[in-house]
C-alpha cells in the first residue's frame, strides 16, 4: 500500500515553519544516511511506500520530539488542517455543508486521495461518526494514531469536535481498523 507525498509537502511546511530550513536539512541529511529511500525527490503526487511515511514520522518524533510518537495524533490533525481549510488543496471537500453527506462520501474520499490501498467504509448513526478501515498492511499503533488524529481534525474543521474511541485495532490482532467519533458542535 503506498500513500501520496502530499503527506511529506505537508510535513515540510509545517516543520519548516515551527523550527527553520537549517534544521530541516539537518534531519534530512540524518535520515537519508538511515534510509536512502529519502533521497527521492518526494512530490505530492509520488506514491511512498506507507512503511516509508512511518520511518518518517518515527524519525521525526525522534529528532523534534523527544521519541514522543504520540506526536502521530498531532501530525494526522496538521496534515488534515492544512490540507482542508481556506487555502489547502483539498478544501473544496468542505463545500458540501450535510453532515451526513460529509462523513459517508467526503471521509472515504479523502482515505483514497491519500492512500492507494485498504478500504474505508464510514457512516453516522446517532451522532456518531463510525469509521472501519480494512486491508491495510501495517499493523503499527502509531500509523493508527496518524489516520485518528486527521479524521478527528478533518470533522473539526467541517464544524464538529467529536470525542474518539477505537473500538478495534490492527496493531492489537484485530482484523480492521474501527474508531467511533461522538460529535459535538465546534
Known amino acids: 500500500m503506498n500513500v501520496k507525498g502530499s503527506f511529506f509537502v505537508s510535513a515540510k511546511a509545517i ?3 515551527v523550527f527553520g530550513q537549517d534544521l530541516w536539512n539537518i534531519f534530512m541529511t540524518k535520515l537519508v544516511e538511515k534510509d536512502n529511500y529519502f533521497k527521492n525527490v518526494i512530490m505530492s503526487v509520488s ?10 514520522f518515527d524519525e521525526m518524533c525522534r529528532e523534534f ?3 514522543d510518537k504520540m506526536q502521530y495524533v498531532t501530525f494526522g490533525r496538521s496534515g488534515a ?5 481556506p487555502g489547502g ?3 473544496s471537500y468542505l463545500l458540501n455543508k450535510d453532515i451526513k453527506q460529509f462523513v459517508e462520501f467526503v471521509l472515504p474520499k479523502l482515505w483514497s486521495t491519500y492512500y492507494d490501498g ?3 467504509t464510514t457512516w453516522l448513526e446517532n451522532n456518531i461518526v463510525h469509521i472501519k478501515i480494512t486491508g491495510v498492511p501495517v499493523k503499527y499503533v502509531y500509523f493508527e494514531h496518524l489516520v485518528m488524529g486527521y479524521f478527528q481534525q478533518a470533522l473539526k474543521v467541517f464544524g464538529k469536535k467529536s470525542v474518539v474511541k477505537k473500538v478495534r485495532s490492527l496493531s492489537s490482532g484485530d482484523d480492521d481498523l474501527y474508531f467511533q467519533f461522538q460529535l459535538k458542535d465546534a
Open 81 to 85: 488542517k492544512d490540507a482542508l481549510s
Open 47 to 56: 506514491l511512498v511506500p506507507v512503511e516509508k511515511l512511518i520511518v518518517f
Open 65 to 67: 520530539f523527544n521519541n
Open 118 to 120: 485498504g478500504g474505508l
Open 15 to 17: 516543520m519548516t515553519e
Open 89 to 91: 488543496v483539498y478544501q
